[in-house]
């Protein structure tokens, strides 16, 4: 079993930054693809970037040139750092881990972005 936690969320007003972190305990990190979802409120849940364990990052267009992902295997630790954030960044913002061989995954339990001036 995988424990993951997502941390660093706030309020910040619009154009500032903010830096979320998810950490994971319990299996070997660096076997999973790390996601960064999120969910504001009536929507549905989007994929906002990701990280595989070597490295590779992938953002949604909403987000590209604004969020870097990044990784540290060896703290069991993603970063998501964001800058230049808008008031549509304001969701909720849950990590993910994805096994690159079997078959699962684990969420946290999400931490809350709220960008308003």
């Known amino acids: 079993q995988v424990h993951v936690v997502e941390s660093g969320g706030g309020l910040v007003q619009p154009g500032g930054s903010l830096r979320l972190s998810c950490a994971a305990s319990?299996?070997?990190?660096?076997?999973?693809?790390v996601r960064w979802y999120r969910q504001a409120p009536g929507n549905q849940r989007e994929l906002v970037c990701s990280i595989t364990s070597g490295g590779d990052t992938n953002y949604a267009d909403s987000v590209k040139g604004r969020f870097t992902i990044s990784r540290d295997n060896a703290k069991s630790m993603v970063l998501l750092q964001m800058n230049s954030l808008k008031p549509d960044d304001t969701a909720i913002y849950y990590c993910n881990l994805q096994h690159m061989i079997v078959p699962i995954n684990y969420w946290g339990q999400g931490t809350q972005v709220t960008v308003s001036s």
């Open positions: 319990g299996s070997v990190f660096s076997r999973y693809t």
